[in-house]
């Protein structure tokens, strides 16, 4: 499969507790992205990178989220403290800068499923 | 702030009828706008786009159209099958210089056999 993979596929923690997830884009893409989708919502923009460079945060990503691209490849999200409500799905896209304008579709990964008990 | 509002929010059909989903956009400066379909469990896929210099958009049975005047763009699927049953979003991308994507809230299309 050489779309967009994300791990683990669900994850239930206890509040409180810290957890992270992965990224992995398609190969050459250089721009990860990612959102949070709760039940009978779109998804919201989280966070974005270009290469390994952090461009843009929402100010849905409070100080106990943290991302990271370290070497523009896969990303993390980190998130600290979880509360009940950051249960959500966590969506990652990746898109390739192209060479005229930057219209570009964002692939997106199957998701995270956080449940926070 | 960016807003992209989409309805309706539930869509039934015959087999073979129209559906047609409407979003409107706050950012007059959108210059993207792409349609994602959603499976029950699956992830979002692209179905069609269209940029803010041109007005319509055709791809077999999946047409969009964008009026910037009125900040709205539309969804029309045409010949509905029972396979087109599924959560359409919505989205628009901001004014150059940011890249995310500002998703409506979805429409959940069922199409009746």
């Known amino acids: 499969d050489t779309g967009v993979s994300q791990n683990p596929r669900h994850k239930i923690t206890k509040r409180g507790q810290n957890v992270t997830f992965r990224c992995d884009p398609i190969s050459e893409h250089n721009r990860l992205y990612w959102y949070r989708q709760t039940l009978g919502q779109g998804p919201e923009f989280l966070t974005y990178?270009?290469?390994?460079?952090?461009?843009?945060k929402s100010r849905l990503l409070s100080d106990r989220f943290s991302a990271e691209r370290p070497k523009g490849s896969f990303s993390t999200l980190e998130i600290q403290r979880t509360e009940q409500g950051d249960s959500a799905m966590y969506l990652c896209a990746s898109s390739l800068r192209g060479l005229a304008g930057d219209y570009n579709e964002q692939f997106f990964g199957p998701g995270t499923r956080l449940t926070v008990l | 702030g960016e807003n992209v509002e989409q309805h309706p929010s539930t869509l039934s059909v015959q087999e073979g009828d129209s559906a047609v989903i409407k979003c409107t956009y706050s950012d007059s400066a959108s210059n993207y706008f792409p349609w994602y379909k959603q499976e029950l469990g699956k992830r979002p896929q692209l179905i069609i786009d269209?940029?803010?210099?041109?007005g319509e958009k055709k791809d077999q049975r999946i047409a969009v159209t964008l009026n910037k005047t009125a900040k709205h763009f539309s969804l029309h699927i045409t010949e509905t099958q029972p396979e087109d049953s599924a959560v359409y979003f919505c989205?628009?991308?901001?004014?150059?210089?940011?890249?995310?994507?500002?998703f409506g809230t979805g429409t959940r299309l069922k199409v009746l056999a």
């Open positions: 989205a628009a991308s901001p004014a150059s210089g940011t890249y995310k994507y500002i």
């Open positions: 990178f270009q290469n390994e460079a952090q461009l843009e």
């Open positions: 269209i940029r803010s210099n041109v």
